[in-house]
Nanobody
Framework: QVQLVESGGDSVQAGESLTLTCTASGYTDTTHLMMGWFRHTPGKEREAVASILFRFGWTRSADSVKGRFTIPKDDTKTTMTLQMNSLKHEDTATYYC?????????????????????WGQGTRVTVSS
């Protein structure tokens, strides 16, 4: 059974940095493993933040976080880290990790939630202005 465990959520000041981590377990074949970060704030739609296709190390970021958030490449291919720099108040949300399978990443933006099969429990990020 696939499980995703997120960690790293915290309360920080605007301009500070934070690192979120999601580790996947239970996969028997990670050849086409794709993982992504989403965030949700009550009253808003869930937003795809960033994603990675481990096989090629391809990543995608939403325009709202481009240049501030990155997913460093990880040799384990089952752990995804979201490095968040220059945090803004509007980054406040619950961040969720998703995992799915894909042969490639199509387009310039992170894949939508429908392309993910498994989800973590979420980790809360609060940014004070």
């Amino acid at each position: 059974q696939v499980q995703l465990v997120e960690s790293g959520g915290d309360s920080v000041q605007a301009g500070e940095s934070l690192t979120l981590t999601c580790t996947a377990s239970g996969y028997t074949d990670t050849t086409h493993l794709m993982m992504g970060w989403f965030r949700h704030t009550p009253g808003k739609e869930r937003e795809a933040v960033a994603s990675i296709l481990f096989r090629f190390g391809w990543t995608r970021s939403a325009d709202s976080v481009k240049g501030r958030f990155t997913i460093p490449k990880d040799d384990t291919k089952t752990t995804m880290t979201l490095q968040m720099n220059s945090l803004k108040h509007e980054d406040t949300a619950t961040y969720y990790c998703g995992a799915g399978s894909a042969p490639a990443l199509i387009g310039a933006t992170p894949p939508p939630a429908a392309q993910y099969d498994y989800w973590g429990q979420g980790t809360r990020v609060t940014v004070s202005s």
